[in-house]
């Protein structure tokens, strides 16, 4: 049996949630950290702080796409072994890549040439060159900001000879409580494109405060022990060492997450169990990695639902689903156990006024 007081705490933090809207815009309340300057490889998987923009053509000059022979089309069309085409010298061999001998626009295949040099094959008016400007043009805009820089546009800002990139990477720091998930967010954090550091911490107050105090973190995600249980003291170590914002957020699964600030560094507090920690991570950590990183806002994925979502009003709820042939199917929210939790493939948050979604409508997926 719960002891009165126990009783007494849950009703009062359910009573007095905070709407997810209003903790997100609190919590979001911050300016992102400071761009700083990397080589390009260095910064694959970050958030770009500026476009990485072409500064000039490339090619510069024309060049050959392919291995071959390089020719003048005009000087060759027609020529096929029933009519060759004899030049007044041969034509030059060149590798991909090279620059194009004067006088020269087309690069023939290999095989063009006849044992005996005459052109028995053609080919069209710059087929196998790149032309000037053809690869990257200047003022192309190559990788943008807001947007993580990827290994295919690394490649392409350094063939434009572009060797450095300005990015922001935070760095956040996982406090794991008890038997959490701590791992889980981890991971998620650092898929992000963050940088992570961890520690772990016994449930009492005392063990979570001396955790919480991190030098250089730009946040601090506390999972576990969020509750408001008598063995719960993330709330509690959360207010005595900083500012305790929120303990208790209208949202489901995630009841008993909540925020504050230890100076001006955020902290979230993460309940220990996987669906509420993956719930409070997509609607309130993603978010604040985010602008704590410049990221733009991610394109919305749709799909249509094979089964009804049903929700309580008053409660922003999180939904864990995935895509079939047949559409979106739902797994389901709150106390999903993990042989369950492992199908999901994204989320569809319902809002506080909706009693859920029917069958067959259109809805947007919270990628996981």
Do not use: C, N
Not at 121 to 127: F, L, T, V, W, Y
Not at 243 to 270: F, K, M, N, Q, T
Request: hydrophobic share 45%; glycine share 12%; charged share 20%.
């Amino acid at each position: 049996m719960q002891h009165p007081s126990q009783l007494m705490s849950i009703r009062s933090a359910t009573s007095a949630s905070m709407p997810l809207e209003e903790a997100m815009a609190r919590l979001l309340a911050i300016v992102p950290v400071a761009p700083t300057l990397v080589p390009v490889r260095d910064g694959i998987g970050l958030v770009l702080a500026e476009d990485g923009v072409a500064p000039t053509d490339r090619p510069a000059e024309p060049r050959a796409r392919r291995d071959g022979w390089a020719v003048a089309a005009g000087d060759v069309t027609g020529a096929s072994p029933y009519a060759p085409v004899t030049l007044r010298g041969p034509p030059p061999w060149v590798e991909d890549g090279d620059v194009l001998p004067p006088g020269t626009d087309t690069v023939l295949m290999p095989d063009a040439v006849g044992a005996d040099g005459d052109i028995v094959a053609d080919a069209a008016q710059g087929e196998g060159i790149s032309r000037v400007g053809q690869e990257v043009a200047r003022g192309d805009v190559l990788a943008r900001a807001g947007e993580r820089l990827t290994p295919l546009r690394a490649l392409a800002l350094l063939g434009a000879g572009i060797e450095t990139v300005v990015v922001r990477s935070p760095h956040i720091h996982i406090v794991g409580i008890g038997r959490g998930s701590a791992s889980a967010v981890a991971d998620w954090v650092a898929a992000a494109g963050v940088r992570v550091t961890s520690s772990d911490s016994e449930r009492d107050v005392d063990s979570i405060i001396a955790a919480l105090r991190v030098d250089g973190a730009d946040a601090v995600f506390v999972v576990g022990g969020t509750g408001f249980g008598r063995a719960d003291h993330s709330a509690e170590a959360l207010a005595r060492t900083g500012r305790l914002d929120a303990h208790g957020i209208a949202l489901h699964p995630g009841e008993s997450a909540g925020y504050g600030r230890i100076g001006a560094v955020p902290v979230l507090l993460l309940p220990g169990r996987p669906d509420a920690a993956l719930a409070t991570f997509l609607t309130l950590g993603r978010p604040l990695l985010a602008r704590l990183s410049g990221a733009s806002p991610p394109e919305g994925v749709k799909g249509h639902l094979t089964r009804k979502i049903a929700s309580t009003v008053g409660m922003s709820e999180v939904v864990f689903v995935r895509r079939t042939r047949e559409g979106v199917e739902p797994i389901g929210g709150g106390d999903l156990p993990l042989r369950r939790l492992i199908l999901a493939e994204g989320a569809v948050l319902v809002p506080p006024e909706r009693e859920g979604y029917p069958e067959g409508e259109w809805i947007e997926i919270v990628p996981l």
